[in-house]
């Protein structure tokens, strides 16, 4: 019962170009998204967050978008670096930071020099 | 100023073997909680805490026992080592923002 569903297992992507990871979720309680990189061999690094009140927001080269009608949400990031490679994890939950939060499955973005 | 700090990175045990993986952070976070990773998959939560003698069960905590004695540590422990239990843990606290350690990788056999 995958609440949280990242569809693409990966993505490669040019040096430059727009990189474009989606995300949907089944649970209409979830008011709060997060996204994650993930490292080989390390621990998975907090990148941007937004919660339901809001459709938009960036940070940086990091923009998140959300569209709670469909469920969706999106991470933008522009222009795409060699260092953002990594797996790329979005996580959902009910209530806020403080609550449990349900992980997608990752995406894999390469972005190619 | 270290975060979270998870020890040790890499076991192997044996079937029937137990171990407790250490987790400590010094940000004075109510918030603990313990993920494992499967290969191809996302995070699943076993247990998380509240503060500081509070703990509860998350998604998959058959296997797992917490104990929270002190804001500063969430130790998870394995009582009887399993073959399942093979995989990548990751401890993390929330604050005003959610901070992972680096992992322990451990492998049952």
């Known amino acids: 019962d995958q609440q949280v569903k990242q569809n693409s297992p990966s993505l490669s992507v040019q040096e430059g170009r727009i990189s474009i990871l989606n995300c949907d979720y089944t649970?209409?309680?979830?008011?709060?998204f997060l996204w994650y990189k993930k490292y080989p061999a390390e621990g998975p690094t907090f990148l941007i967050s937004?919660?339901?009140?809001?459709d938009k927001n960036e940070d940086g080269r990091f923009t998140v978008f959300l569209n709670k009608s469909a469920k969706h949400l999106s991470l933008h990031i522009v222009p795409s670096q060699p260092g953002d490679s990594a797996v790329y994890f979005c996580?959902?939950?009910?209530?806020?930071?403080?609550?449990?939060?349900?992980f997608g499955t990752g995406t894999s973005l390469t972005v190619i020099p | 100023n270290a975060g979270v700090t998870q020890t040790p990175k890499f076991r192997i045990l044996k079937i029937g073997q137990s171990m407790t993986l250490q987790c400590t952070q010094d940000?004075?976070?109510?918030?603990m909680y313990w993920y494992r990773q499967d290969p191809g998959m996302g995070l699943k939560l076993i247990y998380y805490?509240?503060?500081?003698?509070?703990?509860d069960k998350g998604e998959v905590p058959n296997g797992y026992n917490v104990s929270r004695s002190t804001t500063e540590d969430f130790p998870l422990r394995l009582e009887l080592a399993a073959p399942s239990q093979t995989s990548v843990y990751f401890c993390?606290?929330?604050?005003?923002?959610?901070?992972f350690g680096s992992g322990t990788r451990l492998t049952v056999v």
């Open positions: 937004i919660s339901s009140i809001k």
């Open positions: 940000m004075n976070h109510n918030y």
């Open positions: 649970n209409s309680m979830f008011d709060y």
């Open positions: 996580a959902a939950s009910a209530g806020g930071t403080g609550n449990q939060f349900y």
């Open positions: 993390a606290s929330v604050g005003n923002g959610y901070t």
């Open positions: 805490s509240v503060g500081a003698g509070i703990t």
